[in-house]
């Protein structure tokens, strides 16, 4: 759990005060994602190097696990994070062994454990270990490099890591691609990690939390839901852009929305004559959405995962959840 209590920093610059974070107060838990998001310049990378010590507060505290930062020996802190800094920021002398290596090394692990850590960490990012050891990482695209900069952060194992647009100045489908792989990594993995991005889609789908910043004020913290359903002002209205109740859409499944409406149990009736569009309880309620339109009765029946009729889904039920007419939601869709 990493705990900001009043956390402002000032820099000082020929003798003038920029005021780049101002008391910031929030709570990321154990094991969560959280994403900071915000214009350029509204202090998210000061917020971020904050946390592992390489700028230093002016006013208020950071806890990691209760501990507050300042008590601990800054080396051993810095060594407890995976940071993976904005633009990668590899070392462009070392080879890509060299460069996922350079935590474990400074920790004093031996050769062996290093070699298969390295082994592991490119597996897991799905590139060939015995095809990169040696190579520069100018030898590499801005995809593979991106990756190592994620492995080398993760390399000693570090429960805590800060993530500066580690996926940014990608083109989209390969941004996508690493969303997901680093999801996928997550699950496992389980870490506290600070991820900081310039882009509201990407904070909707890696973050737990999402935490929106301007001029360096955090300007709202929740759940990506909370943020779409209840934008606290124009400002944050404005960031996540006029077709958030279709991007909320995306984050629920016809079963969320099912429960939501109190319909949730067991339909009992005509399902088995049903001969219309079918929706799983798993499917995004984005897709669903797509099916009720195109589907002549503005219907669908919902199936479970053993494709067993469970009830039928209508576009009252999407006017209910988000309170929009059903003639808006098909103009958003389009
Ligand atoms: N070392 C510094 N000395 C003086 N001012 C600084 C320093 N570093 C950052 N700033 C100022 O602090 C503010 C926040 O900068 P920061 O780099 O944290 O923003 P950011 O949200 O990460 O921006 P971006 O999205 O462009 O990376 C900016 O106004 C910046 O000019
Ligand atoms: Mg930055």
Redesign the pocket.
Known sequence: MITFKGVTKV?E?QGEK?K?VDNVNMTVEKGEICVLI??????????LRMVNRLVQITDGTIEIGGTEINSLDSIKLRRSIGYVI?QNGLFPNMTIEENINVVPKMIGWDAEKMKSRYKELMEMMGLNHEEYRKRFPWELSGGQQQRIGVARAMAADPPVMLMD?PFGALDPVIREHLQNEFLRIQKDMKKTVLF?S?DIDEAIRLGDKIAI?NR?HLMQFGTPDDILSNPKNDFIRDFIGSDREIKRLSLLTVKDLLKKVAKLGRVKGNTQEYSGDVVMLETDLRTALSVLLSSPTGEALVVDQNNDPYGILSFSDFQTLTGVHPSKLQTIVR
């Not at 310049?41 to 917020?47: D, F, Q, V």
């Open positions: 820099y610059r920029v780049a915000g214009p350029s310049g509204c202090g998210k990378t000061t917020l904005q647009e900081v310039h910043f360096g």
